[in-house]
């Protein structure tokens, strides 16, 4: 019997581990700037959490993963989506009473959703998203995009632009589902069986429609700028005009609506104008929703947040030709030259890590040529050979793989010697590499052994 990976799952390991670790460490670097906290929800939560009344969503409609506990009635669901999950615990865990507002939290971690795998899109996908919450501000809505834009444009996407719509109030949303239900109602026989159903819970989506988007009456259909109140044409008027004083490029859209339907006054996409990424070009969304902290028993709060796929993120850097994460090198490879040496060898090694110095040893016994050509592999600065020697004598034979220098030092000097070869702040990473001349290396080997 074979086993294989589910459809629409990876593994991530080896080189592209160290992409995603780069990704993440940039993440996390971005919200301590910010001043975001890390928040870590569970990976099912009750399936209310997510399936509300009247969502029109794909999401909750056809695409979640939902079970019921055995001999009983309650009903779980794999987390579709990072937000709800969030402010389910804000409430829960009154984060609401706190001081300082918003409540301002993200979040890193794998999604699932039962859709149709194609590239760009898995069944456990990983997201990174942020919340802020508590504060109903076009400051925040702002600050959100802008943390959105600085992490994409600093790994180096250059062609990306932030596609902006509001979809105002309560009041002003409720005119405009009342305007675009009485707009459609001759149409509604000629759209597709998700539009029909949309029609019922939320008109709005239909506007999102990918298979009946290029018709007369999608392109027809009213505007959601014609139906907005005095404070939801403010409120977007102050989002756009601090965009303007930033510098940060966006474009307004009047068909942005989004997939999950707790969305209020602004939304917003950051896509990708790179012809590389083809169809999958939006790499970021989000936007503003005033009626879910409610809904979960909190106060009328609001909260606006926006969400990412890592893998999205990663074929877009791959798509530009910007390559994330190699594996660092190692600061040292201890070779052991005599088997009675092992054992020395192996404390010599502990006492690097010890001292923060990334070094590795061979376990399986391989010859000497097999060690220094795993020592190049892992791109080692320094080779360290211990023989019987060495050993005996609690010496230590080191050399630089770049230089070819080698010395030789009591084993209580090892660390003052390793930490006078790196500069000051170093974090012990480096660039320099040499390739080593393995057949000259070997012969060394074999004399110091003599």
Known sequence: MSYQIPRGTQDIYGEASYSWQQLETLFRQFCLLYNFDEIRTPIFEHTNVFKRENDSSDMVNKEMYTFTLPNSSTSLTLRPEGTAGVVRSFVENKMYALPDLPVKLYYIGPMHRHERPQKGRLRIFNQFGIESLGLKSPYSDVEAMVLAYSILRSLGLDHITILLNTLGDDESRSAYRSALKEYFAPYVDDLCSDCKRRYE????????????HDKDCMKNAPSMADYLNKESREYFRTVTDLLDVMNIPYRVDPSLVRGLDYYTHTVFEIVSESPSMGA??????GGRYDNLIPYFGGPEM???????????ILLALEAEGIKLGEKPPLDAYVMVLNPEARSYAFELLTELRANGFRSDMDFMG?????????ADRAHAKFTLLIGED???????????????????LNADELID??????????????????????????????????
């Open 417 to 450: 010697f390793m930490d006078s070869q790196f500069e000051e702040g170093d974090e012990h990473g480096h660039d320099h590499h040499h390739e080593h001349d393995h057949d000259h290396d070997e012969h060394e080997a074999h004399d110091h052994q003599d």
């Open 201 to 212: 819970q939320n008109p709005l989506r239909l506007l999102d429609c990918k298979v009946d």
């Open 302 to 312: 609001s909260g606006i947040g926006w969400a990412l796929g890592e893998e999205r």
């Open 390 to 408: 060495e050993a005996k004598n609690r010496t230590v034979t080191i050399k630089n793989a770049q230089t070819r220098e080698q010395t030789s």
């Open 280 to 285: 999958q070009a939006t790499l970021l969304a």
């Open 366 to 374: 391989k010859s000497f040529k097999g060690q220094f050509k795993a």
